[in-house]
């Protein structure tokens, strides 16, 4: 076969293709169409997702930091009158920053700034003596899937149910962090709070018990010291 015939048998196959598909995509052209428009709103939505996600975090991020530069505001100096952004009392600045970690949790909350805002509207409510709203908002936080966030809520948590005679449900609560601690709060840190409960509750053996295996697990930690301090004074 010489090479005209070649180019001529090789032209007339990627005609035949053409033409076929051709065809095809005539007979299939309401599918095409369709399948194109399917994609087309896919990429719409996605983009428009990204974009309503990106902006809505930017407003979360924004209002979360006004609530916390609120709660860490300085005090006015005795005798002197207070001014902007200077509060009288740490009960009024707790009130004050309250009120806008509520409005971040009110928004937000299905966001992490909106876990974040429920565990310091929890623990601005506990700061101005409002317990039973304080539990709630601090359970929102402890059901988080951030555990560092988490287990700070758990903390907070357990020391409401210690100030409020339930020290059941705080060693619960120590004892699942011990489990599964984080960065935030370490299994020593929840073991040294919960020796304290066995304190109060006049179980000394298990509270140096504690501090014992604290002693050994965190030999260089702070926490390790805290309770060598303890072994030490209760001698």
Not at 4 to 16: G, I, S, V
Not at 115 to 144: D, P, R, W
């Amino acid at each position: 076969m010489d090479t005209q015939t070649r180019h001529a048998l090789k032209n007339d196959k990627l005609a035949q293709a053409a033409a076929s598909s051709a065809n095809w995509v005539s007979g299939h052209r309401s599918g095409v169409l369709r399948w194109v428009i399917v994609g087309v709103v896919a990429l719409i939505l996605i983009i428009g997702g990204f974009l309503f996600w990106t902006i809505r975090s930017s407003a979360a991020d924004t209002a979360l930091g006004a609530a916390m530069d609120t709660y860490n505001a300085p005090l006015a100096q005795p005798g002197l009158p207070s001014g902007n952004g200077v509060y009288t009392t740490a009960a009024d600045r707790s009130k004050a920053a309250n009120q806008q970690f509520v409005d971040v949790a009110n928004q937000y909350g299905w966001m992490s700034q909106g876990k974040k805002a429920h565990y310091f509207t929890g623990i601005t409510y506990q700061e101005l003596g409002q317990n039973a709203s304080a539990e709630t908002e601090l359970k929102i936080a402890a059901g988080a899937w951030d555990r560092n966030l988490a287990n700070l809520a758990k903390l907070a948590l357990a020391g409401l149910y210690r100030q409020t005679a339930r020290d059941a449900q705080a060693i619960e609560i120590y004892n699942g962090i011990v489990a599964k601690p984080s960065e935030t709060v370490s299994a020593a840190v929840a073991q040294l709070d919960l020796a304290d409960v066995y304190v109060a509750e006049g179980k000394q053996d298990q509270a140096r018990a504690l501090w014992a295996h604290i002693k050994d697990a965190d030999k260089d930690g702070a926490a390790g010291s805290i309770a060598a301090q303890k072994l030490g004074a209760g001698r």
